[in-house]
């Protein structure tokens, strides 16, 4: 018995769903960055913080990396520091390690993953 096979490889398509995945990687960082403002979790005395020191790194998307940076000096201080008296006039829910909801086991896990599935779905036409 012979089998023979011919695979045809659509190049084209291949590159528009790689980019749709960088790019709904990228907006799903977006949208973490914005549903941790909404959330105001984030301390916030100036507003420094959270509206100009906080940004989505892109440089990284390509290899499938995009990351949320803080760029402060006291941004890691207050991250591990959950035990400090955090003002609440601002952001009720103004804390420490302000992103574990959104981590493994928080009640916001799943939300990245299923923000990133809404946008492919979109950004690639599927």
Same mark, same amino acid.
């Given at each position: 018995m012979n089998v023979n096979s011919t695979?045809? /490889?659509n190049f084209?398509?291949?590159? +528009?769903? #790689?980019?749709?995945?960088?790019t709904s990687l990228e907006q #799903?960082? +977006?949208y973490l960055h914005e549903e941790v403002q909404q959330a105001q979790v984030m301390p916030f005395d100036t507003g420094? /913080?959270?509206?100009e020191s906080t940004f989505v790194d892109t440089s990284e998307s390509k290899?499938?990396?995009? #990351? /949320?940076?803080?760029?402060t000096p006291y941004a890691r201080r207050l991250y591990y520091h959950p035990e400090y008296n955090f003002r609440k006039d601002e952001n009720p829910n103004?804390?420490? +390690?302000?992103?574990?909801?959104? /981590?493994? %086991? %928080?009640s916001k896990e799943n939300d990245c993953k299923d923000a990133f599935k809404r946008f492919y779905k979109r950004n690639s036409g599927v």
């Open positions: 695979i045809k /490889l084209g398509r291949i590159r +528009e769903l #790689t980019q749709a995945a960088v #799903t960082g +977006e420094n /913080l959270q509206n290899s499938g990396k995009v #990351t /949320l940076v803080s760029s103004a804390g420490g +390690e302000w992103y574990k909801d959104w /981590l493994p %086991g %928080g």
